[in-house]
Structures are given as structure tokens and as C-alpha cells.
């Protein structure tokens, strides 16, 4: 089963990317579970492979999870099995929360969301902040966004490989919030070609002045912009959402 699931998604990864999915396969779940129908795979099975994974690091044994969450829904498509058993696993791993960027507490959150409404700088500083808030997205891909890369119809923001920062294409769905931000910024910037550009007229605005804006927020001294990702990925996990989706939605493969 992990052969065919392999064959069907190669496409659809880098590379890189494909091979580290490959290898984590084979090294910690082809050996436990190829000679096993997966009609006879189920979570007593699932959780010591798991829990060994996580001792090889934590990160290990999230990745593993999204891959075994994700030939399961393979299987579950093609009427193989009727279920996925890796969500009623949730909870058995613990969630690594990076040491490098802050985890924001629902406290932060809150304060982050008055400072905002307060915000006396420029309007489209405050929009570029929710915006990341709302999509999780780098800095830097905020602060070059451009018009034209937002599909309102289909409620998507297609940002091409050469911006990417794993050098392919990224496709990352906007909220009912994130449409509505786009709309009050519209009659701001909707002439330029970026959202945000810089108010010299020349270019985009800097990730440092979003740095900048956020820090005047006092919402502690590790707290950045780039701590929403990690935010988002730690929610996310903890809400039980499938990895490999957290994963994809924050561009790491």
C-alpha cells in the first residue's frame, strides 16, 4: 500500500521533498506494516510505531503520523478500508514547539487584536500584520504580495515558486477575515502592484517594519511576526488537524 500511495503522490512533491516522505516510510512504517493487510492495521498496531518514532526526535514521530494519516485516506478513497484510525490517536504524540520563535498565548492573541484596532500608523502596516495572523504565511511573502496573485473568487492566494522559499508554486486558502481585509485595503493600494508597498513608491514594504509595528505592540520581546506560524502549528496540532495538511499550508513541503 505505501508503494502505490508513494507512485500516486510523487508528482506532487520537490524532489527533496519526496525523498525525506519515501525515507521516513520505509525506515519506520514498510518494515511494521507492508506484509500486513491494512484491513488489519488499526491503533493498537499504530501506537508503538509511533511512540519509536518520537523517540528517534519529536518531529519524527509528527511527520510519521501525517504520512500514515495520509496512506490511510489513500486507502480510504479507493474503498479499501472504511475508516482512518489516526485521528482517534490524538494526543499521543507531544506537539515540539520551536525554541527559536514564541508560541502565542491567548492572552497575546487578545492584546495583539486591541493593539491593532488601536494601531495610529499606517493602516496597511495593520492589515499586513492580520494577514499573516490569518494565513500563517512568512513575513517576507506578505510584504511582496502582489495583486495578482489573489484569486477573490476562488478565495485563494497563488504565490509563484520564484517567491517561495522552497522554490515551488503555493496555493494557501483565504477566510471570510482574510477576503474582507483585502477588500478595506483595496481602495488603499489596490492601484499598486503590491499590496503593500513601500512609501518611498519603489518596491514592497520591509519585513522590519512589520517587525517594527509588532514589537511597539509590547506583546513580549519574542514576540514577531514570524511567531504566528508557529503559532498556527501548534494549534493546529493540538486540535487534532491532519500534519501533513499543517505542513503543506506552511510551505514545508
Same mark, same amino acid.
Given at each position: ?40 492495521? +488499526? ?47 490524538? +494526543? ?97 493600494? +489596490? ?63
Amino acid at each position: 500500500m505505501s508503494a502505490a500511495y508513494l507512485a500516486k503522490v510523487r508528482p506532487d512533491y520537490s524532489l527533496g521533498s519526496f525523498r525525506a516522505k519515501e525515507s521516513r516510510i520505509r525506515k519506520y512504517l514498510a518494515p511494521k506494516f507492508d506484509e500486513l493487510p491494512i484491513t488489519e492495521i +488499526g491503533a493498537k498496531e499504530i501506537r508503538p510505531v509511533l511512540e519509536a518514532c518520537e523517540a528517534h526526535g519529536a518531529w519524527a514521530g509528527i511527520h510519521v503520523k501525517g504520512d500514515l494519516s495520509a496512506i490511510f485516506q489513500y486507502a480510504v478513497i479507493r474503498g479499501l478500508v472504511d475508516s482512518n484510525p489516526i485521528p482517534g490517536l490524538r +494526543g499521543l504524540l507531544r506537539i515540539p514547539v520551536s525554541q527559536s520563535k514564541a508560541v502565542l498565548t491567548a492572552d497575546q492573541i487578545r492584546a495583539f487584536c486591541r493593539a491593532l484596532l488601536a494601531y495610529r500608523g499606517y493602516p496597511e502596516t495593520a492589515i499586513c500584520l492580520r494577514l499573516i495572523s490569518l494565513t500563517a504565511c512568512r513575513p517576507g511573502e506578505a510584504a511582496d504580495a502582489e495583486w495578482s496573485e489573489f484569486d477573490i473568487e476562488a478565495k485563494l492566494w497563488r504565490r509563484p515558486a520564484a517567491k517561495m522559499k522552497a522554490r515551488r508554486d503555493h496555493v494557501s486558502p483565504l477566510s471570510i477575515q482574510a477576503l474582507k481585509l483585502l477588500e478595506g485595503l483595496r481602495p488603499i493600494t +489596490g492601484a499598486a502592484q503590491y499590496l503593500f508597498p513601500h512609501r518611498s513608491g519603489k518596491g514592497f514594504t520591509t519585513p522590519t517594519r512589520l517587525s517594527y509595528a509588532m514589537r511597539d505592540m509590547n506583546l513580549g520581546e519574542r514576540a514577531t511576526p514570524h511567531c504566528w506560524r508557529t503559532t498556527f502549528s501548534t494549534w493546529a496540532n493540538e486540535q487534532g488537524f491532519r500534519p501533513d495538511a499543517i505542513e503543506r499550508q506552511l510551505e514545508h513541503f
